[in-house]
């Protein structure tokens, strides 16, 4: 068995073309050029050779690209010890975009060294990092192995993800459930007032610190029509924010442009109390507006209705200007909150424009935007300072 030669540095010139001393860029990338050469015409030694002498650049996405590369040379020459540990040491590096592909390979190598609980650890790591369109391949490779572990529970979940089996009730429909359960309640009951009372933003109970009803106000409507126009808002565009950016953040949003509505139309809106989800529900087309518009999300099945929306929220938004009994202060308050959540926080669950154009030509980069949780947060946070704002504003008005 012929072993890979070791990464060391020349000190000297090579008659191979590998230079000598500190590398430039365009040195490291012409040798990784040259490697995934040789790679392809079977001279395995002359590839590790040249990746070996990569391995150390100071920049993670070079050295990761390095050990990748002399990994598969290594097992391509029967070294499997050694190309697993060149697969290691690259998931070791800081984050970057070959480590997903580093990690794949690392759990490639321990199912053939029959390390199954290491193989389920390693594509575990993976499938975090994984591009949406390898999700159902990894979530299948890892149905098979938990069920050879003897996990069956776990093995039905990841094969039912593998088949691209979504959760039985979506965040969507579990808030259009809510949110029809209490109207109706509201609407039919004989304690149906004192219900509707107890949701409906009531401005002055509010200034006195019952903030529940910036969020509970979406729980009751004025009347069936209303409750259907709104119901029927969210069921088209819930699904398409949830698809995007998931379940949780959707939920998130939607709470965050809930308060934002609401804090409209307690500053702006009048004395009168206020009912229904219209507020949150503007919050949500305004973050597919501007999550469409921004960062344009690869995503066919929801193009239609998106590219609608434009015109939808400019007709609703006039249509409340001109006819008495609307909050359209509610809806603006919402709309402006969406469209800065969608205009800062781009999708994370389907590609975009940006996020596939910046894969770059190392193998295993991220084809969905990662975020950062402090951009998310940050986001958030700016939309609920300026909620803190409006109740202290709308608070010293009513009662100073």
């Not at 959760?167 to 029809?180: D, G, N, Q, R, Y």
């Not at 009347?223 to 119901?231: A, E, G, I, R, V």
């Not at 609703?316 to 469209?339: K, P, Q, T």
């Not at 205009?343 to 295993?364: C, D, K, N």
Request: aromatic share 8%.
């Amino acid at each position: 068995m012929d072993d890979a030669p070791p990464p060391t540095t020349p000190r000297g010139p090579d008659p191979r073309g590998i230079p000598a001393g500190r590398l430039s860029l365009a040195d490291a990338r012409a040798l990784l050029a040259d490697g995934d050469a040789a790679l392809a015409a079977g001279e395995f030694r002359d590839a590790a050779m040249r990746y070996g002498r990569v391995v150390g650049f100071d920049d993670p996405d070079v050295t990761g690209a390095a050990l990748i590369g002399l990994g598969e040379a290594r097992y391509r020459l029967d070294d499997d010890d050694a190309a697993l540990q060149s697969w290691v040491a690259a998931t070791q590096l800081p984050e970057n975009r070959t480590t997903y592909i580093a990690w794949r390979n690392v759990a490639a190598a321990r199912v053939r060294a029959g390390d199954l609980d290491g193989a389920i650890a390693a594509y575990r790591e993976a499938d975090r990092r994984a591009p949406a369109e390898d999700k159902a391949e990894i979530a299948t490779r890892l149905g098979w192995l938990t069920k050879e572990t003897g996990d069956r529970r776990a093995a039905g979940k990841y094969f039912a993800r593998g088949r691209g089996d979504g959760p039985l009730v979506s965040m969507t429909m579990i808030l259009i459930a809510a949110t029809v359960i209490v109207s109706l309640t509201a609407m039919l009951s004989e304690e149906g007032r004192a219900l509707t009372e107890t949701f409906w933003l009531d401005k002055q109970l509010v200034a006195e610190g019952q903030w529940y009803r910036l969020f509970s106000v979406t729980l009751v409507h004025g009347s069936p029509l209303h409750l259907f126009f709104n119901m029927y808002a969210l069921y088209l565009a819930g699904p398409i924010a949830e698809r995007w950016y998931g379940p949780t953040r959707f939920l998130l949003f939607y709470l965050a442009c809930a308060a934002a509505g609401s804090i409209g139309s307690f500053v702006f809106g009048g004395d009168i109390p206020s009912v229904g989800a219209s507020g949150a529900i503007f919050g949500i087309f305004g973050v597919l507006l501007a999550a469409g518009r921004i960062h344009r999300p690869i995503d066919h099945q929801s193009r239609a209705i998106v590219g609608q929306l434009g015109m939808l929220i400019l007709i609703n938004i006039a249509f409340g200007f001109a006819v008495s009994g609307i909050d359209n202060a509610a809806h603006l308050g919402g709309l402006a909150a969406g469209l800065f959540l969608g205009a800062i926080v781009p999708p994370t669950r389907v590609p975009t424009m940006s996020s596939l154009w910046q894969r770059g030509e190392e193998a295993g980069q991220r084809h969905v935007a990662r975020v950062p949780m402090i951009v998310f947060a940050a986001a958030l946070a700016v939309v609920f300072g300026v909620v803190a704002v409006g109740l202290f504003i709308g608070t010293q008005q009513r009662i100073g």
